[in-house]
């Protein structure tokens, strides 16, 4: 049976939904058949809420929009290894502007800015809300988006889309503009680790609508309904990315599988490992259970009652900076084992796998399916690092140096 668990983005739970999965879980453990598979949330390709600066009274303090070339350092709060690219296009007389981007392998960030008209009619639209009792908030305004990577070069593919995410950094009132920092991780293709999107040589930003939406109330600030606004061949200047092929055997599935490869860019970490325990791996009691989400989750899997779909966990990886600290940036389901999320951003990065193994939906029997058998696990920091602080990758409890890959 093939799993591909899209962990994109990381889950944390209220409590109340905790509960719910303890009691699923004490049902398991009463039931005669196998519990139902508890699986992580898998993200659509979403028309993302925004976070806009509000164009109500109440909001026209908002801080100024930062200079060209400052959006990325502001939104990240360090220097960046951003680059230029100050394409604008206008339509009804709104702007937009693409202005700086940043690239590795596999992210995508893009400082955006939207320029209202003049003749927007702002008086109108505060009536309009204030009529409707509403409050605006940042996350009220939208903007339905696309990025389009160009064919590569040499493998004639295209980088699939992934997470797309948005972020509202200013609003200027005297200049009518909105500035946005825009995200997209792209997935890796069928039995690759990473995304190549270093192989695109440019992309194009589609956009096709801005709007408002507060409890029933939807409207649309822009559009254009015969064909959508878009930016072309804007370039792609990727950051350095790492890659290892250790082929070395780790401890994982509660036996040993291959790390095939590894890789780290100043934005995103990638691993995977290939055959051995990969086999049959969601139902085996993970070599780290302290990344489960609860003992009573380890006494199920290891009864064989319950499936495994966090096994992404199970690679225990630690990033080691030179000054000798080590840090967990790996994925963890348990409240007490969790990530640095000053480091690791809470987005996710995303994970993928296949046991192998195909489960008899009557008798549970499980089978071969005589597919290859993986687990792959991608980290996204939270904000740039740079690698010449960092010493190694710990995966699996074995240490990797990433320089001697230069």
Not at 10 to 27: D, I, M
Not at 132 to 155: A, F, V
Not at 251 to 277: E, K, N
Request: charged share 20%; net charge negative; proline share 6%.
């Amino acid at each position: 049976m093939k799993r591909y668990t899209d962990t994109l983005n990381r889950v944390s739970f209220t409590p109340e939904e905790k509960q719910q999965l303890c009691r699923r879980l004490a049902q398991a453990a009463a039931a005669d058949t196998p519990a139902p598979t508890v699986k992580r949330l898998r993200p659509h390709k979403l028309i993302c809420a925004i976070a806009a600066a509000a164009l109500a009274v109440t909001m026209l303090t908002a801080a100024a929009v930062p200079a060209l070339g400052n959006t990325l350092r502001e939104f990240f709060g360090i220097p960046v290894a951003s680059y230029p690219v100050d394409q604008s296009i206008t339509r009804d007389d709104w702007t937009f502007t693409a202005q700086e981007c940043l690239v590795d392998d596999n992210m995508l960030y893009l400082s955006f800015s939207v320029q209202l008209p003049q003749t927007f009619p702002l008086d109108a639209w505060r009536y309009e809300l204030t009529e409707r009792e509403l409050t605006p908030t940042p996350q009220d305004y939208y903007i339905e988006w696309d990025i389009l990577p160009s064919q590569s070069d040499d493998s004639g593919t295209v980088p699939e889309w992934g997470l797309f995410n948005q972020t509202c950094t200013g609003w200027d009132e005297q200049t009518r503009t909105l500035q946005f920092v825009l995200t997209n991780q792209f997935y890796a293709g069928q039995g690759q680790s990473s995304a190549h999107l270093s192989n695109a040589k440019s992309f194009d930003l589609k956009i096709e609508r801005i709007g408002f939406r507060a409890r029933d109330y939807d409207v649309t600030l822009f559009a254009d309904n015969f064909s959508p606004l878009t930016l072309s061949d804007i370039p792609i200047h990727p950051v350095e990315t790492i890659y290892l092929t250790p082929n070395d055997e780790v401890p994982i599935f509660s036996g040993t599988s291959t790390l095939t490869s590894l890789s780290i860019s100043p934005l995103f970490v990638t691993a995977r490992v290939q055959g051995g325990s990969c086999y049959n791996h969601g139902w085996v009691v993970p070599t780290h259970p302290e990344y489960l989400l609860s003992e009573e989750t380890h006494r199920l899997i290891a009864e064989g009652r319950l499936e495994n779909t966090t096994c992404t966990a199970d690679f225990d990886l630690h990033l080691k900076y030179k000054d000798g600290r080590v840090v967990f940036i790996g994925d963890s389901w348990s409240d007490a084992n969790q990530p640095d999320y000053q480091i690791v951003s809470t987005s996710g990065g995303g994970s993928s796998c296949e046991d192998g193994v195909v489960v008899d939906s009557d008798s549970h029997a499980k089978q071969p399916n005589g597919k290859a058998t993986y687990a792959a696990t991608n980290i996204r920091f939270a904000v740039p690092q740079d690698l010449d602080q960092i010493e190694s990758l710990i995966v699996c409890g074995k240490e990797y140096p990433i320089h001697t890959a230069k």
